[in-house]
């Protein structure tokens, strides 16, 4: 048995694009997968993650393992008609198919949908014993316990700043209009044994340590366990978490205590009614600066994420936005469309409504609008996010972002990441709908050309 597994990806974050490798730490998902296929089946593994270097189109493989996320359908699609016009067997799991499987169904053998720690090796037993279904659904008792390491062997280790990215939670306790997550994976926290997560970083080379986790914090009793048994191993972490870490004293302290350098945060909005509208009230916009020095005073950096277009938005948003970051000294902003995936609630929303414009998936990358704004042209909403990347990364609003009383220490971590995000803001109107769509360097099926 031979598997290819395959992570395509849009033409900005493509290795030809302009997404630099310091922004970018290795993923994780193809990895678990190889790594639950067992041992003793003796078969050959190959990760091609597009992001850092070409997919083969020659590839000899019995089985195409692909992750597909909604920016990426269309390109996924095309490589799976592609391979199966080859003979090949296209297993396809992610987001997108599991929140559309029966358009995902069209281009693939097997469409996996959820969680597939289980569903995934099942699949492959099956096509070992010629019973390939064409689709696979979470279990309903899916546990991560006693799930092998990662293959990161099979990692491309000079495309990513760090391949040290370990999982420890899945899922989060709240139900964003917007959010992919509860609708293609359920609204279920799993949380990894501590032991076996401690396990898995002692195993890691270096001192930096990266989860990925959409919500570190979603149980607070595990968090607490987890990062109490991380003290001694006095590595620098870096994760994703909720504004809400601000209010809890206890759980700065512990991470401060157990190496955190950075938190992914989703502010959001500068607007508290487009809070209220994306169902995160828990974001207080009036505490963001507050929040910030707390950060700050614990040695801890933030990438502060904001996504333009509510219905609470106006012209004024992306300067007023702009305005807040300097002043709260934001670390690294990350500005985003707000996007109406497939099957969420604010997909449906905009779809009653005929607020969808565009249906080409490509589009869906969090970067450009797909739909109709309230309050200002959908041109106007392309424009404001490209001035507020332009803004935000001129070289005044980095330094005045900097907050070197106490973040010294991590001052030319500060300075590679916000130039290196500086080049990306240069470029971003380059990648038009044009370019996010052309996916002609991929032959079409044998047989239709």
């Not at 070289?395 to 990306?424: G, P």
Request: glycine content about 6%.
């Amino acid at each position: 048995m031979k598997i290819a597994f395959l992570a395509p990806a849009g033409a900005m974050h493509r290795h030809s694009g302009k997404f630099h490798k310091a922004l970018h730490y290795a993923p994780m998902t193809l990895a678990v997968l190889a790594g639950l296929v067992p041992q003793e089946w003796g078969a050959r593994l190959t990760i091609y993650d597009e992001t850092v270097g070409p997919i083969p189109l020659n590839l000899d493989d019995d089985i195409i393992a692909m992750t597909c996320i909604t920016g990426t359908a269309e390109r996924c699609y095309r490589y799976a008609d592609y391979f199966r016009s080859l003979g090949k067997t296209v297993v396809m799991g992610g987001p997108h198919p599991s929140l559309l499987p029966k358009e995902a169904a069209l281009h693939a053998d097997a469409v996996v949908t959820g969680l597939g720690e289980d569903s995934f090796v099942e699949a492959l037993d099956d096509w070992r014993r010629g019973a390939l279904k064409p689709l696979y659904r979470q279990r309903p008792k899916t546990d991560l316990a006693g799930r092998p390491l990662p293959r990161r062997d099979l990692l491309n280790k000079k495309g990513y700043i760090t391949l040290n990215t370990v999982e420890a939670v899945r899922g989060c306790n709240f139900q964003c209009t917007f959010c992919v997550y509860p609708v293609a994976f359920g609204s279920k926290v799993h949380t990894r044994p501590v032991a076996e997560v401690i396990a898995e970083i002692r195993t890691l080379k270096g001192k930096i340590v990266v989860f990925p986790d959409v919500n570190l914090i979603a149980d607070r009793n595990y968090v607490v366990e987890l990062f109490t048994a991380m003290i001694p191993l006095k590595k620098w972490w870096f994760g994703l978490t909720t504004s809400a870490i601000g209010r809890s004293p206890e759980l700065l302290d512990l991470f401060k205590r157990s190496g955190c350098k950075g938190l992914l945060i989703g502010f959001e909005s500068v607007s508290q009614s487009s809070q209220a509208d994306m169902h995160k009230s828990f974001n207080k916009v009036d505490d963001y600066g507050d929040l910030m020095s707390r950060l700050h005073s614990h040695g801890i950096m933030s990438m502060g994420c904001f996504a333009f277009g509510a219905d609470g938005d106006d012209l004024t948003v992306f300067d007023e936005t702009v305005k807040l970051i300097e002043m709260a000294k934001i670390d690294l902003p990350r500005f985003a469309v707000l996007t109406p995936f497939p099957a969420t609630p604010l997909y449906r929303e905009l779809e009653a409504a005929g607020r969808i414009v565009k249906h080409g998936w490509a589009q869906y990358d969090v970067e450009h609008v797909v739909f109709q704004p309230k309050n200002m042209t959908a041109e106007e909403l392309n424009a404001g996010i490209t001035r507020a990347w332009r803004q935000a990364y001129t070289l005044r609003s980095i330094f005045r972002r900097l907050d070197i009383r106490h973040v010294k220490h991590m001052a030319v971590v500060f300075l590679a990441l916000n130039l290196a995000y500086r080049i990306y803001a240069r470029y971003f109107t380059a990648f038009d709908e044009a370019v996010m769509s052309d996916n002609s360097d991929i032959p079409a099926p044998i047989g239709t050309r």
